[in-house]
Nanobody, 128 residues
Framework: QVQLQESGPGLVKPSQTLSLTCTVS??????????WSWIRQPPAKGWEWLGT???????TVTSSLKNRTAIFRDTSKNHFSLQLSSVTPEDTGIYYC????????????????????WGQGTQVTVSS
């Protein structure tokens, strides 16, 4: 059974850097044609995809936060992390990590299809 668990501080001061880690069990973050994402839900707002690190270490980040966001992994610990710098109260929300599964097209490219496993989410509040 694959499980994802977010960890990190629940309270971050404005202008500081938010750091979260998602620890994966039951699967390897290098498993072929899987990708690992960070998604958040601000209060009273919709879901916002933040970024993804794929099995092959390919990283994509939402353009709106590109200058403030870093995603990286530690394969020895089988976890991946999110860093969001210069946070403001607008960054308050529940942060989730999730696994997406993919399938290869005729060219052999891995195409992500859907999220199939989610962490329980962790509340992050940005406040002084």
């Amino acid at each position: 059974q694959v499980q994802l668990q977010e960890s990190g501080p629940g309270l971050v001061k404005p202008s500081q850097t938010l750091s979260l880690t998602c620890t994966v069990s039951g699967d390897s973050i290098t498993s072929n044609c899987y990708a690992w994402s960070w998604i958040r839900q601000p209060p009273a707002k919709g879901w916002e995809w933040l970024g993804t690190i794929a099995y092959d270490d390919t990283i994509t980040v939402t353009s709106s936060l590109k200058n403030r966001t870093a995603i990286f992994r530690d394969t020895s610990k089988n976890h991946f992390s999110l860093q969001l710098s210069s946070v403001t109260p607008e960054d308050t929300g529940i942060y989730y990590c999730a696994r997406a599964w993919g399938t290869r097209n005729v060219e052999g490219t891995c195409i992500m299809v859907a999220y199939d496993v989610w962490g329980q989410g962790t509340q992050v509040t940005v406040s002084s």
